[in-house]
């Protein structure tokens, strides 16, 4: 479903838009911001899959025992994995 609605930009971004279009980038104004929103929806995203598995990591490190922790590198490198696998 589409939904008119009425925007305000600044000079600058306006100019921008305007280059763009121009530009032959975007087909509309409307299709710039469109993938502008969608570029910031898949980067919340991409964030919270982030966070959820440092949450994890944390989580998983404060019920393991000091001896048997591991060492950052090895962590960071897990919790990366799960980035990856969350992500796609």
Avoid: C, N, W, Y
Wanted: proline share 1%; no cysteine; aromatic share 6%.
């Amino acid at each position: 479903m589409t939904v008119k609605t009425t925007l305000s930009f600044t000079d600058r971004h306006h100019r921008f838009l305007t280059e763009k279009v121009g530009a032959g980038v975007f087909a509309s104004q409307s299709a710039l911001v469109a993938a502008a929103l969608e570029q910031m929806i898949q980067d919340e995203e991409e964030r919270e899959v982030a966070l959820g598995a440092l949450t994890e990591e944390i989580r998983g490190r404060l019920q393991t025992p000091r001896d048997a922790f591991l060492d950052a590198d090895s962590a960071f490198a897990r919790a990366r994995a799960r980035v990856v696998q969350g992500v796609r």
